[in-house]
């Protein structure tokens, strides 16, 4: 596998979390710090956050990202998010599939399918999460709990849409617990997980898909963990939060 052929992307979730002058001070604070940066970096917010936030980096090599978006383009669903209302405002990246969503919001594989096909008519990059629990480890399905997860999400997926797909694997027990997963894992199952995608589209466009790691990564364990071979940047959550320690990230990711 050749990692130069990958651009790493280093995308901060920030979750339910910050207000609108606070996200204008968050993202005012990272700007200066990762303006070199040699790699992607995107900030996604809560959708309360979105306008300031597409305010906020205009003219700066941040990109800005939606946490999540319904599958419909419009109707009766109260509370929901259109993936065509983003892309009207200029949002460019949407996380579908996060854990928290699956867990604490019924999101199954088919409803993530359903939201990456909408976010994909629409022109906007999807990071779609895909990752086991401590169960699921601990019984030794790690791998097949990913390939289930990557295949139904990527159904009726195209090879020229893939372009458009940035995975993110994220072992739940490792999200926002402080545990992080070794950077040998971390580079096992991104591995395998390029292994699905090389069986679903060739080995050329798994060379070329970006394959972050997200949980628990912070401003002191980025380094080894962006020093995989086969771990292409990450999504961020608590450390995110941090104007410093998301910029040390962004720092470790420019340098592999
Ligand atoms: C996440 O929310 O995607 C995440 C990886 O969170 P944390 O970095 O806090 O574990």
């Not at 990456?116 to 990752?131: S, T």
């Amino acid at each position: 596998m050749n990692k130069a052929k990958r651009r790493a992307v280093i995308a901060g979730n920030w979750k339910m979390n910050k207000t609108r002058p606070e996200a204008k001070a968050l993202i005012e604070e990272i700007i200066p710090l990762v303006k070199d940066a040699d790699c992607g970096v995107v900030v996604c917010v809560p959708y309360t956050n979105l306008e300031t936030a597409l305010e906020a980096v205009k003219g700066t090599n941040i990109g800005v990202g939606a946490e999540n978006c319904h599958w419909e383009k419009s109707g009766a669903f109260t509370a929901e998010i259109s993936a065509g209302m983003l892309a009207e405002m200029g949002v460019e990246y949407v996380i579908i599939g996060h854990s928290e969503r699956r867990q604490y919001f019924a999101e199954s594989d088919v409803t993530v399918n359903r939201r990456v096909r909408a976010a994909l008519d629409e022109g906007l990059k999807v990071i779609l999460c895909v990752g086991e629990t401590l169960e699921q480890r601990e019984h030794g399905i790690t791998e097949r709990v990913c390939a289930i997860q990557t295949k139904a999400a990527l159904e009726g997926v195209t090879a020229k849409e893939l372009a458009s797909i940035i995975i993110a694997y994220e072992p739940v027990w490792a999200i926002g617990t402080g545990k992080t997963a070794t950077s040998e894992q971390a580079n096992e199952v991104n591995h395998y997980i390029r292994t699905v995608i090389a069986d679903l589209y060739g080995e050329e466009a798994a060379e070329g898909t970006t394959i972050q790691y997200g949980g628990s990564m912070n401003a002191k364990n980025a380094e080894e963990l962006l020093d995989q071979v086969d771990v292409d940047g990450g999504l961020i959550g608590g450390a995110s939060l941090k104007a410093p320690d998301f910029a040390a990230i962004v720092k470790a990711a420019s340098r592999t």
